[in-house]
T-cell receptor, first 112, second 114 residues
Framework: GEDVEQSLFLSVREGDSSVINCTYTDSSSTYLYWYKQEPGAGLQLLTYIFSNMDMKQDQRLTVLLNKKDKHLSLRIADTQTGDSAIYFCAECESGGYNKLIFGAGTRLAVHP | EPEVTQTPSHQVTQMGQEVILRCVPISNHLYFYWYRQILGQKVEFLVSFYNNEISEKSEIFDDQFSVERPDGSNFTLKIRSTKLEDSAMYFC????????????FGPGTRLTVL
């Protein structure tokens, strides 16, 4: 079945870049997503990438997709303390009613 | 900005009791979902709902679970006889017909079964 894996924890210094990695198994995924969860809040969509794209940039966020290796990454430039949160990688299965398959989430800690 | 709301934020119940988790999706959305996250584990899909019926459900969503959209605004998840292993954070989500399937999530209900 489909599976999404990501590392559980990342610590960076304020101002540095953060790179959060994810691997997935469903080669037929149509879209891949990065969600952010702050304490006490729901999952907020940060960005998404269509499966026929290699890269997407949105202000400080860069998403890279390597379809051959089924590897997705999220780069946050100039990481700020407000970026501290849990980041979830998710894939959307093709067809059906588009359930999301999530990874376990990467906790990003930004320190001064 | 419209948002998905969920109540209660935390529900404590005894094993074997029934619970109803409530969600108010964004008003013009058509597709509704429940997911859950057991502490320290992945967010898992439970069920999707469209056009007043279940469109897909996972193997977790057994006969103890049911969903309803009773009045056109609320979307509820009922667990008939809770088990200890039902303790989790339950997230409701909704979406419209966007091509990229953006699902808007509520803040979650933490269910604790004692």
């Amino acid at each position: 079945g489909e599976d999404v894996e990501q590392s559980l924890f990342l610590s960076v210094r304020e101002g540095d870049s953060s790179v959060i990695n994810c691997t997935y198994t469903d080669s037929s995924s149509t879209y891949l997503y990065w969600y952010k969860q702050e304490p006490g809040a729901g999952l907020q969509l940060l960005t998404y990438i269509f499966s026929n794209m290699d890269m997407k940039q949105d202000q400080r966020l860069t998403v890279l997709l390597n379809k051959k290796d089924k590897h997705l990454s999220l780069r946050i430039a100039d990481t700020q303390t407000g970026d501290s949160a849990i980041y979830f990688c998710a894939e959307c299965e093709s067809g059906g009613y588009n359930k999301l398959i999530f990874g376990a989430g990467t906790r990003l800690a930004v320190h001064p | 900005e419209p948002e998905v709301t969920q109540t209660p934020s935390h529900q404590v119940t005894q094993m074997g009791q029934e619970v109803i988790l409530r969600c108010v999706p964004i008003s013009n959305h058509l597709y509704f979902y429940w997911y859950r996250q057991i502490l320290g584990q992945k967010v898992e899909f439970l069920v999707s709902f469209y056009n007043n019926e279940i469109s897909e459900k996972s193997e977790i969503f057994d006969d103890q679970f049911s969903v309803e959209r009773p009045d056109g605004s609320n979307f509820t998840l009922k667990i008939r006889s809770t088990k200890l292993e039902d303790s989790a954070m339950y997230f409701c989500a909704s979406r419209d017909r966007t091509t990229y399937n953006e699902q808007f999530f509520g803040p979650g209900t933490r269910l604790t079964v004692l």
